[in-house]
Nanobody, 126 residues
Framework: QVQLEESGGGAVQAGGSLRLSCAASRRTFSSSNAMGWFRQAPGKEREFVAGMSGSSTVYADSVKGRFTISGDIAKNTVYLQMNSLKPEDTAVYYC????????????????????WGQGTQVTVSS
């Protein structure tokens, strides 16, 4: 069993930046693992934010050009750098991972991730 723990959330003003981190309890991440970030705002469904597997990186249109997903295999950690934050980015952000590589279309779908963190709150004020 793998446990994922997010950190780095907080409150920031619009236009600001945050970097979320997701640490795995054991060596899980390799260049081929699927890793992703999802978010859920109050009253809304969980939505895809960013994902990566092997050489593929995919972003939701709403964050493209502002957010960057990256991984540090040595530290067993995946990151989400969030710049130019907007109030509509306010949500609980969840890290997700799977030990199998995933195609780009699968990275978009929460069903293709086997491990989830408990989430970290991001609040962006106007």
């Amino acid at each position: 069993q793998v446990q994922l723990e997010e950190s780095g959330g907080g409150a920031v003003q619009a236009g600001g930046s945050l970097r979320l981190s997701c640490a795995a309890s054991r060596r899980t991440f390799s260049s081929s693992n699927a890793m992703g970030w999802f978010r859920q705002a109050p009253g809304k469904e969980r939505e895809f934010v960013a994902g990566m597997s092997g050489s593929s990186t995919v972003y939701a249109d709403s964050v493209k050009g502002r957010f960057t997903i990256s991984g540090d295999i040595a530290k067993n950690t995946v990151y989400l750098q969030m710049n130019s934050l907007k109030p509509e980015d306010t949500a609980v952000y969840y890290c997700a991972a799977d030990e199998r590589p995933r195609a780009e279309w699968a990275l978009l779908r929460y069903q293709y991730y086997g491990y989830w963190g408990q989430g970290t709150q991001v609040t962006v004020s106007s």
